[in-house]
């Protein structure tokens, strides 16, 4: 079955360059490549999901159909016990040398490299991501996923250039993998629980986030997320939760332990008031996202704008965060840029323990606040 669904989905859906070599490829611009002529069996028991070669992405959107531009490249759906693995490289050949996007697709849309929905039991492994559009590797309604010792790679001005999405997805692994891009290194959306990282690093990007959840008034549930030996270098945040005013559902049980981050500008942020439309457009909103349970245990290293920002809801503030063993020094002057800021603890409630530096970074309330409780009909709760 694997066999099968691999070698139909390159013949019949690809169209991209496939070559044992990258330079080979680039000799053959405009054709598409038959995996059966380079060992691919199709026969329901020869492995064919190995990439060791290279898969180029089209050099433009003309090469597709008008009616069938996609929002992805590559885009597996429905697969059971699915590996793809190998030495080899997606290239995207969506970036230049100077960061910017060579490709302009539909107005506005710009195409996630590799998707995976409604698939269980995927594993992907040892490959290389590089230069996508937009996401790298998306994982949308899926479960039981492991990433493991893969590189994604994309320059850090790329815009929206997610490492790695997941959006709807549950127990999932992501292991021993490097991360550049010009966004979230791990994005985890609505829908989500159970995601165990470890042993990532993070550079640049803007680190590990969980949101924005809630946008337009929507429902939002992420819960048991545990990140640990994580490093996050020349990045924009470090560990981030966002939501949208208006928002419904929760946040909970989130770990992050033994990080180590350099160079970061904002390495702890909870933000409730998450607006990427500009502050105009977004308008205050009674209900929020609630976030609870949220613990920071040995976060080391270095920040230049601002060690942490916990910025909660007036209506519903974060309760049970916890700090442990926090410490965060600012960079040296000459990559800082200027004067940092102090940390800022609004409606967040919880407990500093252990060594915690600099010192307003202890600045939780102590007491487990006031939480307005729930108004909506037991189909808008988690």
Request: charged share 15%.
């Amino acid at each position: 079955m694997c066999s099968f669904v691999s070698a139909a989905l390159l013949i019949g859906v690809l169209q991209c360059l496939v070559s044992p070599s990258p330079v080979a490829a680039a000799r053959t611009p405009g054709r598409t490549f038959n995996v059966l002529s380079f060992g691919a069996a199709a026969d329901g028991i020869t492995d064919d999901s190995e990439i060791d070669g290279t898969v180029l992405a089209p050099p433009d959107m003309g090469s597709w159909p008008k009616p069938r531009r996609p929002l992805q490249w590559l885009n597996f759906k429905w697969l059971q016990g699915f590996i793809i693995q190998g030495a080899g490289t997606v290239d995207g050949q969506s970036i230049t040398s100077q960061g910017s996007s060579i490709h302009w697709y539909v107005p506005g849309v710009k195409p996630t490299l590799i998707r995976f929905y409604s698939s269980f039991n995927v594993t992907v492994r040892n490959i290389r991501i590089t230069n996508s559009p937009q996401c790298h590797l998306k994982f949308d309604s899926s479960g039981s996923i492991k990433v493991k010792n893969i590189t994604i790679s994309s320059p850090g001005d790329s815009l929206n250039t997610d490492g790695i999405h997941l959006q709807n997805t549950r127990d999932v692994e992501i292991r021993s993998s490097n991360i550049a891009c010009g966004d979230d290194c791990v994005s985890i959306q609505t829908g989500c629980s159970n995601i165990h990282m470890k042993n990532i690093v993070c550079n640049p990007g803007h680190g590990i986030s969980i949101g924005g959840l809630g946008k337009d008034n929507s429902l939002a549930c992420v819960s048991d997320v545990v990140a640990e030996s994580i490093s996050v270098q020349n990045a924009l945040y470090g560990l981030r939760i966002k939501t949208w005013q208006g928002g419904v559902g929760s946040v909970r049980n989130i770990t992050f332990s033994n990080v180590k981050v350099a160079n970061v500008a904002t390495p702890i942020a909870i933000d409730q008031f998450y607006c990427d439309r500009g502050g105009a457009r977004c308008t205050n909103r009674s209900d929020a996202v609630a976030i609870t349970g949220v613990t920071y245990r040995r976060v080391v290293g270095t920040y230049w704008f601002q060690p942490v920002r916990l910025a909660c809801s007036d209506a519903r503030p974060c309760t049970g965060v916890s700090m442990v063993d926090v410490r965060l020094s600012p960079a040296p002057a000459s990559t800082s840029g200027g004067a940092v800021r102090e940390a800022l603890c609004w409606n967040s409630y919880g407990e500093a323990q252990g060594t915690v530096e600099p010192f307003g970074v202890g600045c939780l309330q102590r007491s487990n606040g006031y939480a307005m409780p729930l108004t909506q009909p037991f189909n808008y709760t988690c």
